[in-house]
C-alpha cells in the first residue's frame, strides 16, 4: 500500500464510522423509551392493551385521557411500581420490564406529595442519595443545586407543614430530581393545587424538563394542560392510545368522534343533517367542525325586528368570510357563554343546534340572544369522521 494512500483510506473510513454512528445515534434518541404491545389486567378488568409507542429521548409526553382510561397503570408500569401481563418496556436499548422499580433509573411524581413530615425540606430531598450511599459533600452539593432548580433555597430548613401545598409539589419534584433520573414521571402533579399556583408549577416544570433534556411523561385528564405543555400527546380512551400526535394535530385533526369529544367543543353532526350547512354530502357517517370554524354574521334583513339594538349601538363587525366557504344558513341565536376573549353562541339552525366561537372584542359587538343569524362553515376545516384516518380530507365527498 502506498504512503499516500494511507491517510485517505484512514480519513474516508472515519467519515463513514462517524456518520454511521450519528445516524445510530440519532435513531437511538428517536427510540430512546419504546412501549411494546404493553398490557395489564387486573382480574378481569382490561386495564390496557396493545400500547405501542416510540418516545424520543428529551421528549414532554403526555397521557391525556378520561378518568379510568389507565393512564396511571401505564405510568406505574413504567416505573416498575405495576409489572404488565405482556409487553415489553425498553429504554435505551436495555429491557426493564423486569427490573425493580430501584433498577430502572425513573423518577416520579404522584398527585399527593408523599414527603417524610419528620424530615426537613433539605432532608427529605436528600433521602434517595443517602440510600444510594451518595457521598455527603456530593449529597449537599446536588440537593442545594435541585433546591436552587425549584426556587426553593430558602425553604431548605422547613418542615412540610410550613410549606404550601405548591411547594410540597416542588419539594417532591425536587427529590425525584435530584438522583438524576433517565426519565421522569408525573402522575397529575398539579391536579390538587389552586389554579394560580398550577399555572406557575406548570410552567416551571417545563422550564425544568427542558433545561435538564429530561424525557418526561406526564399525566392529566385536563385538554389544556395536555396542549399546552406537550411534545406530543398520546389520547387515551379505554385503555388503548386512541391517538398520538402534536397538539395542533390533535385539535385539528381528530381520529374520530371520541378524540373530537375530548380534545374540543367539536360540534358532531350527522352527515345528512350537516349537508345544508356544507353544501354537499359527505360520505362518512359524521363531520366534526370547531366552534371557531363557523362563522356568524348577523341577518341584515331581520335586524329591524330587534328595535332598539340598532340605536343601542349593536356594532357587530361582518367577519370576513374564509375563502373555501360553504352556503349561508339561517339560524337564531338561543344563547351565550362568555369564555374570557372568546363568546361561544348556541344557534338553532332549523333544527341544527352549532356552537360557533367569536373572538370577544368588546360589549358592544355581543350579539343578543333571538337574532337571526347566518352561519357559515369554513370547508377548509371540515373533518370526515368515521374511521381512524379521519384526517384526509379527501374522504369529504362533493356532490
Ligand atoms: N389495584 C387495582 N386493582 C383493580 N383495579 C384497578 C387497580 N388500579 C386501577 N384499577 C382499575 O384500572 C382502571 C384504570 O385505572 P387508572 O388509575 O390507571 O386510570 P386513570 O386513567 O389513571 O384514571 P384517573 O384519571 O381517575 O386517575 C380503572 O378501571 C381502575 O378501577
Same mark, same amino acid.
Given at each position: 500500500?502506498?504512503?499516500?494512500?494511507?491517510?485517505?483510506?484512514?480519513?474516508?473510513?472515519?467519515?463513514?464510522?462517524?456518520?454511521?454512528?450519528?445516524?445510530?445515534?440519532?435513531?437511538?434518541?428517536?427510540?430512546?423509551?419504546?412501549?411494546?404491545?404493553?398490557?395489564?389486567?387486573?382480574?378481569?378488568? $382490561?386495564?390496557?392493551?396493545?400500547?405501542?409507542?416510540?418516545?424520543? $429521548?428529551?421528549?414532554?409526553?403526555?397521557?391525556?385521557?378520561?378518568?379510568?382510561?389507565?393512564?396511571?397503570?401505564?405510568?406505574?408500569?413504567?416505573?416498575?411500581?405495576?409489572?404488565?401481563?405482556?409487553?415489553?418496556?425498553?429504554?435505551?436499548?436495555?429491557?426493564?420490564?423486569?427490573?425493580?422499580?430501584?433498577?430502572?433509573?425513573?423518577?416520579?411524581?404522584?398527585?399527593? @406529595?408523599?414527603?417524610?413530615?419528620?424530615?426537613?425540606?433539605?432532608?427529605?430531598?436528600?433521602?434517595?442519595?443517602?440510600?444510594? !450511599?451518595?457521598?455527603?459533600?456530593? /449529597?449537599? $452539593?446536588?440537593?442545594?443545586? *435541585?433546591?436552587?432548580? *425549584?426556587? #426553593?433555597?430558602?425553604?431548605?430548613? $422547613?418542615?412540610?407543614?410550613? #410549606?404550601?401545598?405548591? +411547594?410540597?409539589?416542588?419539594?417532591?419534584?425536587?427529590?425525584?430530581?435530584?438522583?438524576?433520573?433517565? %426519565?421522569?414521571?408525573?402522575? =397529575?402533579?398539579?391536579?390538587?393545587?389552586?389554579?394560580? %399556583?398550577?399555572?406557575?408549577?406548570?410552567?416551571?416544570?417545563?422550564? %425544568?424538563? !427542558?433545561?435538564?433534556?429530561?424525557?418526561?411523561?406526564?399525566?392529566?385528564?385536563?385538554?389544556? =394542560?395536555?396542549?399546552? #405543555?406537550?411534545?406530543? %400527546?398520546?389520547?387515551?380512551?379505554?385503555?388503548?392510545?386512541?391517538?398520538?400526535?402534536?397538539?395542533?394535530?390533535? @385539535?385539528?385533526?381528530?381520529?374520530?368522534?371520541?378524540?373530537?369529544?375530548?380534545?374540543?367543543? @367539536?360540534?358532531?353532526?350527522?352527515?345528512?343533517?350537516? /349537508?345544508?350547512?356544507?353544501?354537499?354530502?359527505?360520505?362518512?357517517?359524521?363531520?366534526?367542525?370547531?366552534? =371557531?370554524?363557523? @362563522?356568524?354574521?348577523?341577518?341584515?334583513?331581520?335586524?329591524?325586528?330587534?328595535?332598539?339594538?340598532?340605536?343601542?349601538?349593536?356594532?357587530?363587525?361582518?367577519?370576513?368570510?374564509?375563502?373555501?366557504?360553504?352556503?349561508? #344558513?339561517?339560524?337564531?341565536?338561543?344563547?351565550? +357563554?362568555?369564555?374570557?376573549?372568546?363568546?361561544?353562541?348556541?344557534?338553532?339552525?332549523?333544527?341544527?343546534?352549532?356552537?360557533?366561537?367569536?373572538?370577544?372584542?368588546?360589549?358592544?359587538?355581543?350579539?343578543?340572544?333571538?337574532?337571526?343569524?347566518?352561519?357559515?362553515?369554513?370547508?377548509?376545516?371540515? +373533518?370526515?369522521?368515521?374511521?381512524?384516518?379521519?384526517?384526509?380530507?379527501?374522504?369529504?365527498?362533493?356532490?
Amino acid at each position: 500500500m502506498l504512503a499516500t494512500d494511507m491517510p485517505q483510506t484512514h480519513s474516508r473510513h472515519d467519515s463513514d464510522g462517524l456518520l454511521t454512528s450519528a445516524l445510530r445515534e440519532q435513531a437511538a434518541d428517536q427510540q430512546y423509551l419504546t412501549l411494546k404491545g404493553l398490557a395489564k389486567r387486573f382480574g378481569k378488568t $382490561r386495564v390496557f392493551s396493545d400500547i405501542d409507542a416510540e418516545i424520543a $429521548r428529551g421528549e414532554f409526553i403526555t397521557l391525556l385521557g378520561p378518568s379510568g382510561c389507565g393512564k396511571s397503570t401505564l405510568l406505574r408500569a413504567i416505573a416498575g411500581l405495576n409489572d404488565v401481563d405482556s409487553g415489553e418496556i425498553i429504554v435505551d436499548g436495555h429491557d426493564i420490564t423486569r427490573l425493580p422499580p430501584q433498577r430502572r433509573g425513573i423518577g416520579m411524581v404522584f398527585q399527593h @406529595y408523599a414527603l417524610f413530615p419528620n424530615m426537613r425540606v433539605a432532608d427529605n430531598v436528600a433521602f434517595g442519595l443517602r440510600m444510594k !450511599k451518595v457521598r455527603p459533600e456530593e /449529597r449537599e $452539593r446536588r440537593v442545594t443545586e *435541585v433546591l436552587r432548580l *425549584v426556587e #426553593l433555597t430558602d425553604q431548605a430548613q $422547613r418542615y412540610p407543614h410550613q #410549606l404550601s401545598g405548591g +411547594q410540597r409539589q416542588r419539594v417532591a419534584l425536587a427529590r425525584a430530581l435530584v438522583v438524576e433520573p433517565q %426519565i421522569l414521571l408525573l402522575d =397529575e402533579p398539579l391536579s390538587a393545587l389552586d389554579a394560580r %399556583i398550577r399555572r406557575h408549577l406548570r410552567d416551571q416544570i417545563r422550564d %425544568i424538563q !427542558k433545561s435538564l433534556g429530561l424525557t418526561t411523561l406526564f399525566v392529566t385528564h385536563d385538554q389544556e =394542560e395536555a396542549l399546552l #405543555l406537550s411534545d406530543r %400527546i398520546f389520547l387515551m380512551h379505554q385503555g388503548s392510545i386512541l391517538q398520538q400526535g402534536n397538539a395542533a394535530s390533535l @385539535y385539528t385533526r381528530p381520529v374520530d368522534a371520541t378524540a373530537a369529544g375530548f380534545m374540543g367543543h @367539536y360540534n358532531l353532526i350527522g352527515s345528512e343533517l350537516a /349537508r345544508p350547512l356544507l353544501g354537499y354530502l359527505c360520505d362518512s357517517p359524521q363531520v366534526a367542525l370547531r366552534p =371557531e370554524a363557523l @362563522y356568524l354574521q348577523p341577518d341584515e334583513m331581520t335586524r329591524p325586528l330587534l328595535p332598539g339594538h340598532l340605536e343601542a349601538g349593536l356594532d357587530f363587525p361582518l367577519q370576513s368570510l374564509p375563502a373555501n366557504v360553504g352556503p349561508a #344558513l339561517p339560524g337564531v341565536i338561543l344563547r351565550h +357563554q362568555l369564555l374570557g376573549n372568546i363568546v361561544r353562541y348556541e344557534v338553532d339552525c332549523q333544527g341544527l343546534r352549532l356552537n360557533v366561537d367569536v373572538l370577544n372584542r368588546s360589549a358592544r359587538q355581543l350579539l343578543p340572544d333571538h337574532l337571526r343569524v347566518q352561519v357559515h362553515a369554513d370547508l377548509d376545516e371540515v +373533518q370526515a369522521l368515521g374511521t381512524h384516518d379521519t384526517g384526509d380530507r379527501s374522504r369529504v365527498a362533493n356532490g
